[in-house]
């Protein structure tokens, strides 16, 4: 069965700190990779999308970025944090069957950046 | 831009009784709606998929509808029970890439 892993679950992390959230998939092939923000109170904010390794593409300008350096691994980095940064960072994984798509979500990244 | 709408007020229930949920989309329909639940803390669990040609879905006690005329999915959970109590979040696929664009989601209070 596949699986998702994000780590870590919780972070905490001064203003112009760097940041390295990492995601990896298990059980699953050339999947759909996706990373997302939720900000309290607020909807799901897709941040950046990936259909394979190193092909990244961003959804919102921001301070973040993504890479892809294998299949099953996604990460999600910034060199300087801003406050605005805070939130809960998900990982997200899909796969294309026939016409539709089912995204399978990670348990999530807390991050407090004070 | 194509959006989806969810009603961001608590729904408030008692246990037993059906809880009904509404997404309402903008501009074309798309070709298919999803309903996931998120509980606080976690991340969104797909529960339903329904299909711009299918007008109602059911799975247990979980019912969904499309109404491409409405351009409105009700999602229904009969039978309440406080474990029901979640955030449930509507989602649509754009055209183009396989992006979902998701609702802020409502949240369900199902009491005892």
């Known amino acids: 069965s596949q699986t998702i892993h994000q780590w870590p679950a919780t972070l905490v992390q001064p203003v112009g700190s760097p940041l390295s959230l990492e995601c990896t998939v298990e059980g699953t092939s050339n999947p759909n990779l996706y990373w997302y923000r939720q900000a309290a109170g607020r909807g799901l904010q897709l941040l950046f999308y990936s259909i394979g390794i190193g092909q990244i593409s961003s959804e919102v300008p921001q301070n973040l970025s993504a890479s892809r350096p294998q299949d099953r691994q996604f990460i999600l980095s910034s060199k300087k944090l801003l406050l605005s940064d805070s939130g809960f960072y998900l990982c997200?994984?899909?796969?294309?069957?026939?016409?539709?798509?089912?995204?399978?979500f990670g348990p999530g990244t807390r991050l407090l950046v004070l | 831009s194509q959006k989806i709408e969810q009603n961001s007020e608590t729904l408030n229930i008692q246990e037993g009784k059906t809880a009904t949920l509404t997404c309402n989309y903008t501009n074309y329909s798309p070709a298919y709606l999803q309903w996931y639940r998120q509980d606080p803390g976690r991340g969104p669990v797909f529960l339903l998929l329904i299909r711009e040609n299918e007008k109602e879905k059911r799975k247990e006690r979980l019912k969904v509808t499309f109404d491409t005329t409405l351009k409105q999915s009700l999602f229904h959970i009969t039978a309440s029970q406080p474990a029901d109590s979640a955030t449930y979040l509507c989602?649509?696929?754009?055209?183009?890439?396989?992006?979902?664009?998701f609702g802020t989601g409502t949240r369900l209070l199902v009491s005892p």
């Open positions: 989602a649509r696929m754009n055209t183009g890439f396989q992006k979902l664009v």
């Open positions: 997200a994984w899909s796969v294309m069957s026939g016409q539709q798509e089912t995204q399978y």
